[in-house]
């Protein structure tokens, strides 16, 4: 069974259609990139799989795990394991980025009958997590507006989603936190989990090697292929896909 | 954003969890004042005769006093001659242990969460409980004794120490001071009474839970506490009330008196009934606090959690006397509904080198109203004084308000003012953000609260500072889904 199946799916904004019809199934273990130009659409797919409020889905269907994804709050979607890194950081001023994750960890516990973490058990996680994804522990005690490649990469890896959506998470980034970035992807890939990687650009590609490649245009899928595509499309522009 | 805007409404109509009503036998006097009445209660209560006359000559000064109308905030005309003055659980007599106390009294605690068996055993906290106007249990009072610290209701201190009562009780807010004051000193009920000898430091939090409990009877407290030379006590001040309709005026006052190198601590978390999500019914919170550091290097601390009263004018302020004295107020103000709160403080610096902090966090929802109002007066012969404020305002949704009125008056050069002010609102997308991190709505605003008001929460004693939490959550939660 796909993790994610997404089919034929619409939603606007205010009024205006973003996205015309999606179709797209992610297995457990695939890492899937969606490319595309400004407007296409990305980020608002992005959304919409989040929850995001301000969008309104009109038609299609997105099952999660077998279950209506559409259905449940945007709470309930972190909680079945859908992860969104951010594109921009939330700044919450007072709340350290330790207490932010303890409470999101212990949120996702609870909804799956798990007893929530002592003090002793968080901190081992998070000593065991950050060396996972090679972050160091001295941001964790900041507030939340640090520097968002190392934050998103290590709550990802404390939530330890099933489906992670990256949306443009290397806009802006230089070279040192796209690594930081893309190394904190590859040691949490397995074949029971998926990402999706929402990306302008070809060079996160170089990083994250994705399975498929997508091509997002005017709110449909126009191409698909192997990480090839995101090659070619670096060469030819995507004036190539207009045509 | 339509959905959000929703959220935000919902939040802000949580329900008072702690509206219901003990039925104790009351005795009331008649309803109204006039200088009968006053003799009344200071009759009922035995007192000596300085004390009547004192009450007598607060009278008569209130009576030619008009009700204040600087505040930003707004009632309907209080008709103080269709309001008791005095109400007494019947049979009142010394309790020397809880099984002698009215069961029906103890299971108010047992509802309101503060089994005083618990406490005493747990918390090292002795509790002088103040239901309605006077107190029914005073616990470890003889650990204190040992020290020679004296807390008891202020109706027993009146006899067992009058020289004390009569040379503190109006020496910081003198019954000319404002209107409330004037009628609190006319009428004054109970309260609490605390006395700290020289260079003793209190080895426990000192507790008093008030509890407005008889319909339509005012509650007048009237608490005093001193520290003596190089002593050091810690006082909280908790409370909640049953669910009313009729508003109920609340005018109390507390006096500190800091000597030399003495410390007080006072924290507060206050919860009275705010009145319902229409605005009707709740408490009016009309309260006159003042600390003076009379001595050098003495410190006074207000520390407020301010969540109930349908109106709140509460101005905690320090008069810093003593060379090197510090004042110091820490304040969250949460308004939701129909709440109005004007709270702020008062900073007088008088002496040299004396230091203030303000730190204010307000937090408005649904229609409410909150404003800071704040005075910081440096004067002539304070050399080297020095303040900083930090006023800051948090908005949930987009019917509330937030304002902050603050007044500087320096007549001294070499002082240093600061004044630091934000206003923030709880934005979609952080919201958003949280949920999409697993949290709730409802948890994510009680996340974002939380540490909003660390800061404040933090300088209360521990076990307050989890019950202050407890309380900014549930006063903003709702139903949320």
Not at chain 2, 106 to 121: A, F, M, S
Not at chain 2, 226 to 235: K, L, N, Q, T
Request: charged share 25%; glycine share 6%.
């Amino acid at each position: 069974m796909a993790l994610l199946s997404i089919k034929n799916l619409k939603a606007k904004i205010n009024e205006t259609e973003i996205l015309h019809g999606i179709n797209l199934e992610i297995n457990p273990g695939e890492t899937h990139a969606i490319m595309g130009p400004n407007g296409s659409g990305k980020s608002t797919l992005a959304s919409v799989l989040a929850g995001k409020p301000g969008y309104e889905v009109t038609d299609g269907e997105v099952l999660f795990n077998g279950k209506n994804l559409l259905e449940m709050p945007p709470e309930v979607r972190a909680r079945e394991g859908m992860f969104l890194a951010f594109q921009y950081p939330v700044e919450i001023p007072g709340v350290s980025n330790t207490n932010l994750i303890k409470s999101a960890v212990n949120e996702i516990r609870k909804y799956r009958n798990l007893e929530p973490l002592d003090a002793f058990d968080f901190i081992s996680m998070i000593k065991e997590k950050a060396a996972m994804v090679e972050i160091e522990q001295s941001f964790l005690n900041r507030s939340v507006n640090l520097s968002i490649s190392s934050n998103e990469v290590f709550q990802m890896a404390m939530l330890d989603p099933v489906l992670a959506v990256l949306d443009e998470t290397d806009s802006g980034l230089d070279i040192d936190a796209l690594r930081i970035v893309a190394n904190g992807v590859n040691k949490l890939r397995r074949n029971d989990n998926a990402f999706l990687v929402i990306t302008h650009y070809q060079r996160l590609l170089n990083y994250i090697v994705p399975d498929y490649v997508h091509v997002l245009y005017k709110g449909r899928i126009v191409k698909s292929g192997g990480k090839e595509l995101a090659l070619e499309l670096e060469e030819k522009g995507y004036d190539w896909i207009k045509d | 954003m339509e959905e959000n805007n929703n959220i935000l409404d919902n939040i802000a109509e949580s329900e008072y969890k702690y509206g219901f009503v003990s039925n104790i036998e009351q005795e009331l006097a008649p309803k109204g004042l006039n200088e009968d009445v006053i003799r009344f209660i200071s009759a009922k209560k035995n007192e000596p005769s300085f004390l009547l006359e004192w009450r007598l000559r607060a009278f008569r000064h209130w009576q030619k006093m008009k009700e204040p109308n600087w505040a930003k905030v707004k009632y309907p005309p209080i008709d103080y001659q269709d309001i008791h003055y005095y109400a007494a659980p019947k049979n009142f007599n010394k309790y020397k242990s809880l099984d002698e106390v009215d069961p029906e009294i103890l299971r108010t605690y047992e509802k309101l969460g503060i089994p005083l068996e618990e406490q005493k055993r747990l918390a090292g906290v002795a509790v002088d409980a103040v239901l309605d106007s006077v107190s029914v249990a005073t616990t470890f009072k003889e650990k204190l004794n040992e020290l020679g610290i004296i807390f008891c209701p202020i109706s027993e201190a009146v006899h067992t120490h009058p020289e004390l009562v009569e040379k503190y009780l109006g020496s910081v807010v003198p019954y000319t001071d404002n209107y409330f004051a004037a009628l609190n000193s006319a009428v004054f009920s109970d309260g609490s009474f605390v006395y700290v000898p020289k260079g003793v430091r209190c080895p426990m939090e000192l507790s008093t839970y008030f509890r407005i409990n008889a319909s339509s009877t005012g509650q007048f407290e009237r608490t005093l506490i001193i520290a003596d030379e190089g002593s050091y006590v810690s006082y909280l001040e908790g409370c909640t009330a049953p669910m009313r309709d009729e508003n109920q005026l609340h005018a109390a006052v507390v006096e500190l008196i800091a000597h030399k190198n003495a410390e007080i601590k006072y924290s507060t978390v206050q919860n009275w009934y705010p009145g319902d999500k229409e605005g009707k019914g709740g408490i009016y919170n009309f309260v006159t606090k003042r600390g003076l550091c009379e001595g050098e290097n003495s410190k006074i601390s207000w520390t407020q959690v301010e969540t109930g009263s349908a109106i709140t004018w509460k101005y905690p302020s320090c008069v810093l006397k003593g060379d090197n004295s510090v004042g110091e107020f820490y304040s969250v103000a949460l308004t939701n509904n129909f709440q109005q709160a004007d709270t702020g403080t008062k900073m007088i610096h008088l002496g040299k080198n004396t230091k203030s902090r303000i730190v204010s966090k307000g937090i408005s929802a649904g229609r409410s109203d909150n404003s800071y109002r704040g005075l910081v007066k440096i004067s002539k012969k304070a050399d080297g004084a020095r303040n900083f404020s930090q006023c800051d305002s948090l908005l949930l949704g987009d019917k509330c308000g937030a304002h902050t009125f603050p007044y500087i008056e320096v007549a001294n050069k070499t002082a240093i003012v600061e004044h630091e002010a934000t206003t923030s609102k709880i934005s979609e997308d952080i919201i958003f953000y949280l949920n999409q991190r697993g949290i709730s709505t409802e948890d994510a605003v009680a996340l974002i609260v939380h540490g909003y008001a660390k800061e404040v929460l933090n300088n209360l004693p521990m076990e307050f500072a989890v019950e202050a939490k407890k309380l900014l959550s549930v006063s903003l939660e709702g139903s949320v889904g």
